[in-house]
């Protein structure tokens, strides 16, 4: 009788944590999402290009996730993007319902030892990038900094143009630094902007002279400035022209010879600008099933005919090959001496 009862006892046991699992399967694979909200920061003020971005890209991701889950933007602007990622690094659960926007900032940022930082972003779980997203460094047209030769006559007089950034890690600095570099050039960079929009009002009224703007983000927030011609563009940070802007030299063609190593870091960080990352340590399943999605989107027909109208060029970089890639780019200390000297760069 005892054993009778013992069985039984063992079989119910069996039984309920068979349920549990199943549950708990379920709930870590397509289902989980249902009905749930995605928290995706992203580190700047709303009305810029990464904020524009990644509304876009929140607006479409949820479609393509089983369950379709709402997804909510939170701007966290400051520190150039990196207050951002400290919050989904370090206080968000690992659950699969936060993500970020992390740009290139992070890797010139670990490279200069910036304290800020309180992360690994080997550590990251991408989703992927969706956009290409060189650089294009302009100046207002009514400033006597309208052609590189301009500049070099301006600085041996002892003028400089003023260049706004968010920050001295940030792309907005790094760029400016790059061309600087690369033609002998010397620029004003003022930094701490919490955003795009609060450079582009003191291009407008004149308090900054230009600055290195993501092209995407310069097509779907001032296009009209290229069209009126408002502004100068002068460069892009591309190894070859942009088609968006044919007129336009890329650095590649100006650069001397003696750069082309400085032009390769400048290129691999490009492909971390406007990724989107999980937290470590979100279920496996959960991660797979986010960067499907991702990459679907970027195929998804109503996706490209609204980013092709922002002037966006998509370029997906699948999550799995970006976590592949930043971990042999933080182990390679000849580039991560590259980009501490591009920080150091006055």
Known sequence: ????????????????GLLVASS??????????????????????????SDLTARLVGRHLERQIPGKPR??????????GMIAANELYNLRKPDGLSIASINTSALF???????????????????????????????????????????KKANKEGRLPKMGAQSLDHSSSVVVKIV???????FHVIPGYPGTPQILLDIERGALDGRAHS????????????????????????????????EVPSIDELAPPGSKGLLAALYASQDLARSVALPPGVPADRVKILRDAFAAMTKDEAFVKESDKMGLEIG??????MNRDIEATIRDKRLMDMYKTITEVK
């Open 109 to 151: 940022a670990i490279a200069g030892g910036n304290d800020a930082i309180k992360f690994k972003l080997e550590k990251f779980l991408w989703l992927g990038q969706s956009f290409d997203d060189a650089q294009t460094v302009y100046m207002r047209s009514n400033t006597p900094y309208t052609s590189f030769d301009a500049i």
């Open 1 to 16: 009788m005892k054993t009778v009862c013992l069985r039984q006892i063992f079989f119910l046991v069996f039984l309920s």
């Open 24 to 49: 708990l399967h379920a709930q870590s694979g397509k289902n989980f999402f249902e009905g749930k909200t995605i928290s995706y920061l992203v580190g700047s003020t709303s009305g810029g290009g």
């Open 316 to 321: 997906l970089i699948r999550g799995e090959d």
């Open 180 to 186: 600087g570099y690369i033609l002998g050039l010397d």
């Open 215 to 246: 092209t995407g983000s310069l097509m779907a927030t001032r296009r009209e400035w290229i069209k009126n011609g408002f502004i100068k563009p002068l460069v892009t940070s591309r190894k070859s022209r942009d088609p968006r802007l044919p």
């Open 71 to 80: 997804i909510d933007i939170i701007n966290k602007p400051g520190a150039g």
